[in-house]
């Protein structure tokens, strides 16, 4: 089982950025998948979730701005960043079924 994140970078206040996160190995469109993010000198947080019927939960810090939705057929699952701001700069995991987790991708927001 293989989880790979993409599509983290730099980014200006105010933009936009894409991040993937796509599973090989098993069949995940019945399970639920979530992103998590890591600030230096903070904690995990979780970010956003979404079922496999597509129901979808978001921290407050991002709700409104972020949107994160999946692909079954491609094994794949996206968050769409919009009007990122500093604070969201942090590394960003794909988590599914609460029990895999991708590497992680850096997401640099500068204002």
């Known amino acids: 089982v293989q989880l790979v994140e993409s599509g983290g970078g730099l980014v200006q206040a105010g933009g936009s950025l894409r991040l993937s996160c796509a599973a090989s190995g098993r069949d995940f469109s019945l399970n639920s998948m979530a992103w998590y993010r890591q600030a230096p000198g903070k904690q995990r947080e979780l970010v956003a979730t979404i079922t496999r019927t597509g129901s979808t939960t978001y921290a407050d810090s991002v709700k409104g701005r972020f949107t994160i939705s999946r692909d079954n057929a491609k094994n794949t699952m996206y968050l769409q960043m919009n009007s990122p701001k500093s604070d969201d700069t942090a590394v960003y995991y794909c988590?599914?079924?609460?029990?895999?987790w991708g590497q992680g991708t850096q997401v640099t927001v500068s204002s």
């Open positions: 988590n599914v079924a609460m029990a895999y």
